[in-house]
């Protein structure tokens, strides 16, 4: 069993930005593929962005790029999704999910991939 504790959400005004954490309580975190996705009220979940494994491989969605950048630090058991010049339509709850998989640049965009999530964390921007 994996968990995973979002940190990081808040309240900023339009251009600001977010470094959201997610700590990981993998036995061995580099094991594990990672995704972020978030969902909006009255919206269905969607996926942000995803790093494999050995973090070589990422992807994003197509609002994600050039504003959001996904890392991890293996030895930290921790991913991070820093959010820059966020929108007032990047209001969302953040997730965290994650999975195993033997494959070391393996990375999924689609939440049925993932076995494990976050409780989530609230990212609100004013306009």
């Known amino acids: 069993q994996v968990q995973l504790v979002e940190s990081g959400g808040g309240l900023v005004p339009a251009g600001g930005s977010l470094r959201l954490s997610c700590a990981a309580s993998a036995h061995i975190f580099g094991n594990y593929f990672m995704g972020w996705f978030r969902q909006a009220p009255g919206k269905e979940r969607e996926f942000v962005a995803a790093i494999s494994r050995s973090g070589r491989n990422t992807d994003y969605a197509d609002f994600a790029k050039g504003r959001f950048t996904i890392s991890r630090d293996n030895a930290k058991a921790t991913v991070f999704l820093q959010t820059n010049s966020l929108k007032p339509e990047d209001t969302a709850v953040y997730y965290c999910?994650?999975?195993?998989?033997?494959?070391?640049?393996?990375?999924?965009?689609?939440?049925?991939?993932?076995?494990?999530w976050g409780q989530g964390t609230q990212v609100t921007v004013s306009s």
């Open positions: 999910a994650a999975n195993f998989d033997i494959r070391s640049d393996f990375v999924s965009i689609h939440s049925g991939e993932y076995r494990y």
